[in-house]
């Protein structure tokens, strides 16, 4: 972006404006963190901050009026309930995105996280605004949206073990067409806790994977329908390009965002995560797994083997 179009970007009242954002969604455990925190080295760039990673819980809940959920991280002192922000986490569209939250949610980014500088863009990693990009993207138009997307045993794989790190929490996947999960205090044994195993909606079940087999698959797929139409604003980062070519991943993303070349430190990441929670995996729930991802992973590039 050229030095007269970040100029323009003041309005009538000398208040700078929010040019071009860079939005990274996708499924939780997909390396949206690690992507933010590269981006991040970017000097043009502004990160947005917040508990638990920088997502920005409270500044899309009160200025954006989010219905927004989100989970704690059990290592820090912020911990609390385990659950951030509320418990639910609704899909919204552009049709949402009333005239007052547009101002308040611009005016926010631009007087909190750029302090009014124009020569600066807003960074925000947030998971949970992947079911809401209609919303978005009436309030921040000509947004960049990064799509970052992990191989589907390993999403799950690791949402199980975060979910072990949660034992007072279980997570809910609604049955609507662009989920998020939510979130509730775990019931004690007894009837509650029973009828909550025997629905795969719910995390206690298979220790979850079902549920996060479904939620990778229905996020993913919503992504790309929420956002026909405006391709030319969304780029896809597969997690395995990320870690095994990161210098090339990260020179295609900063062109694509209309940024000066960066020089990023890539040199702490690890190509051979993929298998870190692999064992809390039964052979059974692989297969299941790979039965109901198998269309959305070729949809994305995967290799799929022929599944039952």
């Not at 500044?59 to 959920?69: K, L, N, P, S, V």
């Not at 639910?88 to 909190?112: E, F, I, K, Q």
């Not at 191989?151 to 997570?171: K, N, Q, R, Y």
């Not at 797929?221 to 390009?241: F, K, M, S």
């Amino acid at each position: 972006m050229t030095a007269p179009a970040r100029a323009d970007a003041q309005t009538q009242e000398g208040r700078t404006d929010v040019v071009a954002p860079v939005f990274i969604v996708g499924c939780g455990r997909s390396g949206t963190t690690m992507l933010f925190d590269l981006l991040a080295q970017h000097p043009d760039l502004v990160r947005t901050t917040g508990y638990p990673d920088g997502e920005d819980h409270a500044g899309w809940i009160e200025h954006g009026q989010c219905a927004m959920a989100g989970i704690g991280n059990v290592h820090s002192n912020h911990y609390g309930s385990g659950i951030t922000g509320g418990g639910c986490c609704l899909h919204l569209t552009a049709d949402d995105a009333s005239p007052a939250v547009v101002d308040a949610m611009r005016r926010y980014y631009a007087t909190t996280v750029l302090h009014d500088a124009p020569a600066r863009r807003v960074l925000n990693k947030q998971p949970h605004l992947s079911n809401k990009l209609g919303y978005l993207l009436r309030i921040f138009p000509d947004a960049r949206i990064v799509h970052v997307i992990r191989d589907c045993e390993p999403v799950v794989a690791s949402w199980v073990d975060i979910m072990g790190e949660h034992p007072t929490l279980v997570a809910y996947l609604p049955d609507e067409p662009h989920p998020c999960f939510w979130l509730f205090p775990r019931p004690e044994e007894g009837p509650a806790r029973s009828a909550l195993g025997r629905d795969p909606r719910f995390s206690i079940r298979d220790g979850g994977a079902a549920l996060w087999t479904e939620y990778w698959c229905r996020v993913n797929a919503g992504i790309d329908a929420q956002l026909a139409g405006r391709e030319a604003q969304r780029r896809v980062v597969r997690y395995e390009d990320l870690v095994t070519s990161p210098t090339h991943t990260l020179a295609g993303l900063t062109a694509f965002c209309g940024l000066a070349p960066c020089d990023y430190e890539v040199g702490h990441l690890r190509p051979d995560t993929g298998t870190r929670h692999a064992h809390l995996l039964t052979p059974a729930t692989r297969a299941a797994i790979a039965r109901r991802a198998h269309r959305v992973r070729e949809d994305f590039g995967y290799r799929t083997e022929a599944v039952a």
